[in-house]
């Protein structure tokens, strides 16, 4: 998962504490993604950006904020954790029209 | 609301047997259909299908998707202990003049025994 880094890689949090997720890429990706990752449920995707300065909502973007101010950043915000955000997220990457997507290794977040 | 179903969720076979998984969606303005393989961390991507009717290979694995039907197909045959893996489908469609909203299954949970 060379040029997709994901910070932090575990973290537990208490109800209602806010946490930043980073999400940086050095390979000029313009698209960029959070997914939610919960047993039995695949990955279900938060936010996405298809550019600097940009940002969209996925499925389940209630509870999340992002924001995308460089090209090679991209935020995921909890303002306000919730044991429903216990979780695994992983961030990706890719070009416009590329075939491969390119993910981060995860992270392992923990509301309690 | 976009949907994509996999089944089985779940598979175990023994080494040697030959697997089919099946992915179905409804999308609109479809783009692609990819799959993945997740092992313990990140997925690893396999395939990326655009036209219907076209088989891409890979060693022992192959994937064609039907447009018509809306559902794609990943084959493993001879199944080795390796391939052991969650196997995710994504569908990837367009919004506005944009491609890269990408939708997954919940995933087939495959697990092949010596």
Redesign the interface.
């Known amino acids: ?1 060379a040029g997709v880094t994901q910070t932090p890689k575990f973290r537990v949090l208490k109800t209602g504490q806010s946490m930043t997720l980073l999400c940086a890429q050095d390979m000029n990706h313009e ?1 960029m ?1 959070w ?1 939610r990752q919960d047993p ?6 938060i936010h ?1 950006s ?1 550019g600097e300065g940009t940002t ?1 909502k ?2 389940v973007p209630d509870g999340y904020n992002v924001s995308r101010l460089k090209k090679q950043n991209f935020l995921l915000g909890l303002e306000s954790a919730a044991p429903s955000q216990t979780s695994v997220y ?1 961030c990706a990457t ?1 070009l ?2 590329g ?3 390119y ?4 992270s392992w977040l923990t509301v309690v | 609301e976009d949907k994509v179903v996999q089944s089985p969720l779940s598979l175990v076979v023994h080494e040697g047997d030959t697997v089919t998984l099946n992915c179905s969606y409804e999308v609109t303005n479809f783009r692609s259909l990819l799959w993945y393989k997740q092992e313990k961390k990140a997925p690893t991507f396999l395939f990326m299908l655009t036209s219907s009717g076209i088989e891409k290979k890979s060693g022992r694995l192959s994937s064609i998707l039907d447009k018509k039907e809306l559902f794609s197909i990943l084959n493993i045959t001879a199944t080795q202990t390796g391939d052991s893996a969650v196997y995710l489908c994504a569908v990837e469609k367009m919004v506005g003049t944009s491609y890269g909203k990408l939708t997954f299954g919940q995933g087939t949970i495959l697990t092949v025994h010596p």
Do not use: D, K, S, W
């Open positions: 998962n698209y993604y997914y039995g449920m695949g990955l279900r995707l996405y298809v969209a996925g499925e992983f890719r416009p029209h075939n491969t997507i993910f981060g290794e995860g």
